[in-house]
């Protein structure tokens, strides 16, 4: 046996360990959030993100829907 | 000595009394250097008659000490001209130094302050995203197809001029637009297709409103040639450029093509008995 | 931290100092909430002044008077 045998971890890249990626699971799950709301404001204009995203949110699809009925669509 | 400089603020010569009359101060002095020492005559002098003005710069005053200089004789403003010899103001005798008390605008803690300054920055970081958001949308809807232009960028094509089993090919916006009308036969080989086989995996259901009228853009994926129709090893198109083989539902099976033909937005008017693309 | 950000009886907090607490001491909360604030805002706001437009325009938008050109049975184009 090989006296000098050592635990390591094996699941990294680099720097970044299970360890170190639980401490800052708080912080990624708020930058995420914020990344999240971000997108959604930038894109809410953009008619293929609306239709597939912000139609299928509860709330906040009652504001992005249209409500035009389709006899007053001239085209 | 190279160079001396020399300037000299006159005295004020003159200045005007409350009634608007001039009066001269400094004329009798001068007039005694400039005269010579004698003083009298004043009668004539005082009417400005008798030689050069008097109040002009004698030539004592600029002093010659070396081989350049320069004489500038600055008289003072002659026309209403009040000297202030000294202060009578009372103002001026008070203490200057007395500083306001400014507690009451202390703020109680730091913290408020800092606060209050990252409650502002958070307040202008998110009116500043909602207005260029909103401007950025307006900026490029502004650059949008407006509703006339769309709606006279359609097709219309008559669905009973395709019969069943054929192919038509019709320009739209610049781009070919393939219709098939497609038969009993062809619908049941397409959705036979195991989707999970495929390189696009899209079932047929997805790719047509009915099934048996298909709309597809006549654009090869790979690198844009026009495929030919019942062409290929899947009785579909088949494109010659670089031969992609797509099949009954425009489903890319062989070939260089990473996807699928695209579908564009059609719509059915079953009135008229038309197909509208676009 | 040059001052203490706990407080010894919380309920007593004034408000900016509440504020701070909750979205100020960590950076990824301030900036979230900052552009989940502006995708609230951006979406009130055009309700809010969209809201103000129609009640000011009352009775001459087309959604008022539609009912006096388009007969509900017999629809042109």
Redesign the interface.
Known sequence: MNSSLRFKNPVRLGHITPEKIRKFQP??M??G??AA??V???L??IPIFKHDILHKVPI?NL?FQDNTPD??K?? | MALSLTRINLAPSSRALASGLPVSAVNHALKGIQAGGHGSGHAADEHGHNGPRKDAIPSWVARQSGSMHVSRAVPRSTGIYQPRYFSTSARSLRETTSIPDFTPYLAKSPNTNRSLQYFMVGSMGLLAASGAKSTVSDILSNMAASADVLALAKVEVEMSAIPEGKNLIVKWRGKPVFIRHRTADEIEEANKVDIKTLRDPQADDDRVQRPEWLVMLGVCTHLGCVPLGQAGDYGGWFCPCHGSHYDISGRIRRGPAPLNLEVPAYTFNDDEEKLVIG | MNTPLEHPDPSKLPKLQLFYNTFVRRNSVFVSSIFLGAFAFSITFDLATTAFWERHNRGKLWKDIRDKYVKTGEEED
Do not use: K, Q
């Open positions: 912080t990624l708020f930058w959030a914020g709301g971000a959604g404001l930038f809410s204009s906040i504001y006899c007053d001239p085209f």
